[in-house]
Nanobody, 127 residues
Framework: QVQLQESGPGLVKPSQTLSLTCTVSRGSITTNYYYWSWIRQPPGKGLEWIGYIAYSGSTYYSPSLKSRTSISRDTSKNQFTLQLSSVTPEDTAVYYC???????????????????WGKGTLVTVSS
């Protein structure tokens, strides 16, 4: 079974950049047709998808966060990384990484649902 593990600082100061790494085990981030996402859940709120990096290395971000988001990968370490810049206390959340199978049909991405998730890591934005 695929395993994912989030890691990174649990406390970030406002205006700084939040950086998290997802380490994938028992599965390759370059395997065809899998997409590797970051999702977050603020306290008391629902899940919010942030963006993904595809097996090919292409990226796509939520429109609401695109201007502040960068997802990259290190295939030699089987890791992908989230960077969220200019954070505020509104960015405080549990951050998850997850895998999703999918395909492009008629130019539109069709995901099959996220089948493997990390356990999440709480990141607090506070001075």
């Amino acid at each position: 079974q695929v395993q994912l593990q989030e890691s990174g600082p649990g406390l970030v100061k406002p205006s700084q950049t939040l950086s998290l790494t997802c380490t994938v085990s028992r599965g390759s981030i370059t395997t065809n047709y899998y997409y590797w996402s970051w999702i977050r859940q603020p306290p008391g709120k629902g899940l919010e998808w942030i963006g993904y990096i595809a097996y090919s290395g292409s990226t796509y971000y939520s429109p609401s966060l695109k201007s502040r988001t960068s997802i990259s990968r290190d295939t030699s370490k089987n890791q992908f990384t989230l960077q969220l810049s200019s954070v505020t206390p509104e960015d405080t959340a549990v951050y998850y990484c997850a895998r999703e199978g999918g395909e492009v049909v008629a130019g539109i991405f069709r995901g099959y649902g996220m089948d493997y998730w990390g356990k999440g890591t709480l990141v607090t934005v506070s001075s």
